[in-house]
């Protein structure tokens, strides 16, 4: 007898519900319970599917080293086809596997997709290694990157547009964090504020189009983008900017936190406080420090955790029941 | 979600990354131009002589100093380390290989090996003076301090640098030099002849290889001297 079973006799027993008010309650929630109980083993992947993936993965990591070790004696078109064929492979792949009925060939198509995004820029960087195209110039950086990360970006945008998976969406959040730091990478000395303003800007855009519903599966876009958008607003103040720019990463802290119980997301208030505590931590000891000595900071830095972690727990539940109702 | 929605992102975040990299790449953000005027577009006829200098592909160009007119004489392999004008119709280089350094001649009109010998001079620092006797000397800051007797001439000043340019060398007259620059971004270095005081500058290549040059001035002379 389940809990809630018990809970409804003792209910209808003590005259507080009528019999038939119980059968109704009991009805709804089985068949709220039902869909999950009834999803078939196959939309879950098995072990057996994993370890197909593992073995993969361990093949193309060894194909790359074999590679890797006869560069130097490839010319420039085997460099560029060693390259671009698992990219163009990898492509078809995942355009026949994506129709398929069974979800774990669904599944391995999105995986494809997902490494064809890695792969085709990697294929891109070579071929202008090689060839330098339009003018873009091997010596010269900064351009082939940003146009190597811009068009991964694009690719993983189509590929999510095809099939909008979580695994397209990381694919996709991938690339926007190296588009950031290529376009951080375009001015003459590398800049943080730039590459995290461009990373923070993204990911505020996805993250609306993630609370209207568009971006989905909405729970990965919540977790890969609030992700991003932490990281990008820690970066300008804590890698090289100072004072002024830390203040952005304690914003984002607060949106994130404040959209979290909001929009009832664990997702965002888990990100809201791990930016709260890495950045307060960071602020005392990089501003702080000097005056107060390492062991204040660091009992300054341990309260603050034990803060964060009671915050958490008292919001995990209140987010939860959010999430249910 | 409908298809029109997923567009709908596409559109969205394409059109947020596309303001973004459109706007840096089209204000330049970040990125300053530091160089003189470019002497091959804007040559400037104050600047007297000829000029012998290495470019990124070990060969030897000789440029009109005013940069209206360059062309290259010889390629080396192994980029030289000093450059001679020997006479009116001979140049010479000093290579470093493992094995030493040799005193190369080749014939200036066609590029032609002359001569070959082992060269065991070492002129380094020698380069730094200029015939009249003023040495420049490379401050940490970018700057390059002119000085004659112990005594400061001039200071030149190189602003908006993350690091300074290189001293190349002297001109026959003594009146300008040339210092070698290396750009952010891995683009090529640059070679930038420079006035005495510091007035007159021009970028006289943008793909210079060592900071290795020698000038000559008709009716003047060459610098550096030649090996004897």
Redesign the interface.
Known sequence: MSELDADLRRWVEAGILDPQVAERIRAFEAARAAPAAARPSAERPGVIEVLLYLGIAVLAVGVFALAAQNWGDLASPARVAVTGVPAAFTLLLGALLRDRPEPGMRRAGQLAWAAAVGLTALALGVYIWEYEPFGL?R????TPF?VVT?AA??LA??L??VT?SVLQLLALGAS?FF?AQA?GQ????Y?AS?AGG?LA??AL??IA?AET????PRAAARTIFGLLLAVGAYQPGFSSGGTPWEIPAFLAAAGLLALGVWRSSFQYVLWGVLLLFVALVRAIFQNFSDQLGAPVALIISGVLLIGAVLLLARLAPQLRRGVAA | MTRSDRWFVVAVLGGVLAVIITAVVALGVGRKNVSPPDLQEQPNPAIPGEILYVNRDACIILARASGESRRQVACTGIPPRLLFFLDESRIAYVDAVPSGQNLVTLDLETGRELSRTAYKDDRTLLLQSAPDGTQAFQRDDGRIQLIRDGQVLTEIKFDGLDWGPQFAGWSPDSQWFAVTYNPPRGRGAELWLVSRDGAVRGTLAKDAGTPAIAWRIAGVGAWPLPPE
């Open positions: 110039a010596d010269e950086d900064a940003l811009a970006t694009g945008l189509l999510w547009a909008p926007l588009l376009i375009w001015p003459d000395e800049s730039l461009s800007a993204a855009a996805a189009l519903g568009r971006l989905v």
